[in-house]
């Protein structure tokens, strides 16, 4: 299973704002204003959203953070996975690669991993995710070679990421906050913008809006969205109240490919992705409220 890692930078410069800053009044109204105080010195808020990884993969072993049992000074013995393609168990490594194929990430995956409060379902379910890639795609690239265990157990640190222990040297680090939605890219940049994942069975109405942490924005009665219907997200997003109470705001989508899979399988052909392309990774521009404030323009 993997947790979602937010980096919330609070600054009181004029930066370039990722999330929300204040509206160009209040920084004609701060100049008559004067100084500023306590809270209000803040002018931006910057989220940035790191997903695919668990705390232990990259805060596993920061000094003074509750990691992994058994290392960097953390008390507990130092847990041993169960390995069924290997019959044996697989420990936390230490891991220099920079690319990582992780598991599969759905919500019922997710579920398996933690399997039922004893948290030994990882490797078990990289491996079946792998393995039902393979009988399909046996040609693909990614499956001519099987690693000497599966890349869940595996950890980072300042050696890889020198910027993210930065980050949490400067700034705050919060060691129990898990994700909202143990699931898959798209309900997790639901949660990030609106705080939900949900299927609305009517468009354009909000009370016909259901909780879905799996399969958001899919037609009634159909597991997920397959054949490409535009969804329609009718409840309230978090920048309606932004736009509501005139506090600017801007969402910043990386042009490329999308860094995860559409149908939330560990392997897939890659499909671009830019800011003007809703997808999994910008979920935004599929808002009522985003299409009716005019506001795509902000994305």
């Not at 222990?165 to 949660?191: I, K, R």
């Not at 392309?277 to 910008?282: F, L, S």
Request: charged fraction near 20%.
């Amino acid at each position: 299973m993997k947790r979602v890692i937010f980096l919330v930078l609070a600054v009181a410069s004029l930066a370039v704002p990722v999330l929300a800053s204040a509206g160009r009044q209040g920084h004609r109204h701060e100049a008559r204003a004067g100084a500023r105080h306590g809270i209000h010195q803040i002018r931006h808020v910057v989220i940035i959203m790191q997903e695919n990884r668990s705390f232990d993969s990259y805060f596993g072993t920061y000094p003074g953070a509750d990691g992994i049992p058994g290392l960097a000074g953390n008390p507990g013995t130092l847990p041993c996975v169960p390995d069924p393609d290997r019959s044996s168990c697989d420990r936390p490594y230490h891991d220099s690669k920079d690319r990582n194929a992780g598991g599969p990430h759905g919500h019922e995956t997710a579920l398996a991993d933690m399997a039922g409060g004893r948290m030994d379902g990882f490797v078990n379910q990289a491996e079946l995710g792998r393995t039902s890639f393979c009988k399909i795609h046996f040609d693909d690239p990614q499956c001519s070679y099987m690693p000497n265990k599966p890349d869940v157990m595996g950890y980072h640190d300042w050696r890889e990421i020198p910027n993210y222990w930065d980050y949490a040297s400067h700034f705050v680090l919060q060691d129990h906050m898990f994700e909202s939605d143990s699931s898959w890219s798209l309900p997790e940049h639901l949660y990030l913008v609106s705080g939900w994942s949900a299927n609305c069975t009517t468009k354009r109405d909000p009370m016909s809006c259901h909780s879905a942490p799996q399969f958001p924005g899919s037609p009634p009665g159909e597991p997920g969205n397959v054949h490409g219907e535009v969804p329609d997200y009718a409840w309230t997003d978090l920048t309606y109240l932004l736009h509501r109470y005139h506090v600017s705001w801007s969402y910043y989508v990386d042009k490329g490919t999308q860094p995860d899979c559409a149908d939330n399988k560990m392997f897939c052909a890659p499909v671009p992705q830019n800011s003007k392309t809703p997808g999994i990774w910008n979920p935004l521009p599929y808002f009522d409220t985003v299409r009716e404030d005019h506001q795509l323009r902000n994305i």
